[in-house]
């Protein structure tokens, strides 16, 4: 799903009745949703599902699928934990096909809602930094209560890897690794590449100081050749300012926004176990 796309749509629609007011259209774009508050489906394995608030006091959903229920008790260790979150116009139930590749390979998974979206509150949601805040409140719960369940993974896609690179910026001491599939680099520059015209001011925060500060952290940046939310000499500029070595940056040819279709459902997955393995 072009995340990035269904934002910048409401863009072409100011251009077509003229002085219609952005903000207003922005607004409702951000806002919750109702269609976006139903769980199209459910983990296949036994799974808690729980709440946390976050500092601004918004309840953030998760689910929590350990890789057996014991596991979730302290004194039992595991391989380790992927906190996986969703983009823009999605909640946590459109990326279990995502968390079955996780768990498959032996790692407990952690669904995430961001706010405004599925089980989470909040009535709107933004496309900046203030999003970090949301996967940090469920980064502390694990620290205080699943912590003996092994180290911590954030895994974002689209919207969701600008979320996960935002909060391990905030906290790069609780995070072991970082994947992102199909991340936007720049908001303001893909709008600019797909529509052919400068937008509004879009809030988005400073991406590039991001990924200085997480410098030493394992990232695994996975795009599409045909990926317009980030190019390929935007990933070199993730690249340039990682110094980790087991850092991986992989491109999928012929493939665009999504990654994880059937078509190169193959590739990414052995591009994710071969990025976790080396982690050892």
Known sequence: MKTHILFFSFFLFLQSVGQTDFQKLQQEY?????????????????????KVLSKEGIPISFW???????????????????LLVHGFMMNKSHMLSRAKIYYDFG???????????????GSTTTSGPEISWDVIAVMDYYENKLKDNGPLVLAGYSHGGRAVV????????????????????SLTE??????????????????SEAFRTI?????????GENDM?????????????NKNSASRFIMIKGAGHDLSGEKYRQVYGEAIKSFLVALK
Not at 30 to 49: C, E, G, N, Q, W
Not at 166 to 185: D, G
Not at 190 to 205: A, D, L, Q, V
């Open 215 to 223: 410098a030493n952290i394992p990232i695994l940046l996975m795009t």
């Open 64 to 82: 929590w699928m350990p890789q057996d229920k014991s596991r979730g008790k302290p004194g039992n260790k595991t391989k380790g934990t992927i």
């Open 229 to 241: 939310a980030i190019i390929p000499e935007e990933a070199a500029l993730i690249k340039e300012s």
């Open 107 to 121: 790692y407990n998974v952690i669904l995430m809602d961001l706010r405004a979206r599925g089980q989470s509150g």
């Open 190 to 207: 893909s709008f600019k590449r797909t529509y052919k015209m400068n937008p509004p001011p879009i809030p988005e925060g400073n991406i």
């Open 30 to 50: 951000i806002s919750r949703k109702p269609f976006l508050d139903t769980m199209h489906a459910y983990p296949a394995v036994p799974f808690d599902s729980i």
């Open 166 to 185: 935002f909060a391990a910026e905030k906290k790069p001491q609780n995070v072991k690794a970082v994947i992102l599939e199909s991340i936007p680099y």
